[in-house]
């Protein structure tokens, strides 16, 4: 079985964990799992059922915004595969991969994503008719979530609650989803693969302590 122009897509970022495998563009297999936790017992177990065990020349990972722990499984996955077999790495976001989703359903037209976040917060990004961002990630209380999202068609998990919320719109709910890697615009792929958490992580570093006073 040739890794010529294949790609391992690993998207753990989310509640959802899913990967897929990728020849020249096409599916050729793929699981997705909404689980909620496990992602790192579940993730090497899913790339093993693929093809070939996932070996491909290209690994695609999922940069978030998400959970900190499933990006981070994700991450440390793809980056171990990637140097065992000497392949290329690349990530994305799992927002963009979402609107992606959701434009396969709808046509070309604007899209919203609306993700759960931390906190009680919601992670939130537009997206134009093209897949390019049109507007910076933001991780907002439900009401502000609501207000800064424009867009007439929502996708997401928290799609239906955002619409709800504003009294207009269509929802459209969705998880990222590996095997949908090839709807994502080139443009959407990442060479600086580093998290997009999308929020500031709750735990802090002490502040170091004041120099002592000279004697």
Not at 192 to 201: E, S
Request: aromatic share 4%; charged share 15%; proline share 6%.
């Amino acid at each position: 079985m040739t890794t010529e122009k294949r790609t391992l897509v690993i998207d753990s970022a989310t509640d959802a964990c899913s990967v897929a495998l990728l020849d020249d563009g096409q599916l050729v297999a793929g699981e997705f799992r909404v689980l909620g936790r496990g992602h790192a017992e579940a993730l090497v177990p899913m790339i093993a059922a693929l093809p070939g065990r996932g070996r491909a020349n290209r690994i695609a990972v999922s940069l978030g915004p998400g959970s900190f722990t499933g990006v981070r499984v994700g991450l440390a996955a793809a980056r171990a595969l990637a140097l065992a077999w000497s392949a290329e790495l690349v990530g994305y976001s799992s927002h963009a991969l979402v609107a992606a989703i959701a434009r396969q359903t709808h046509g070309a037209v604007p899209v919203c994503v609306a993700m759960t976040g931390g906190h009680g917060e919601w992670f939130v990004q537009g997206f134009d008719a093209q897949g390019k961002a049109s507007g910076a990630l933001a991780s907002l209380r439900p009401e502000a979530a609501a207000t800064a999202c424009h867009e007439e068609i929502v996708a997401g998990n928290q799609a239906q609650a955002l619409v709800n919320l504003r009294g207009t719109g269509q929802a459209m709910a969705a998880w990222p989803d590996a095997r949908a890697f090839a709807m994502l615009p080139s443009e959407a792929l990442l060479e600086d693969v580093r998290p997009l958490y999308g929020r500031a992580p709750d735990a802090r570093l002490p502040a170091s302590a004041p120099p002592a006073p000279a004697a």
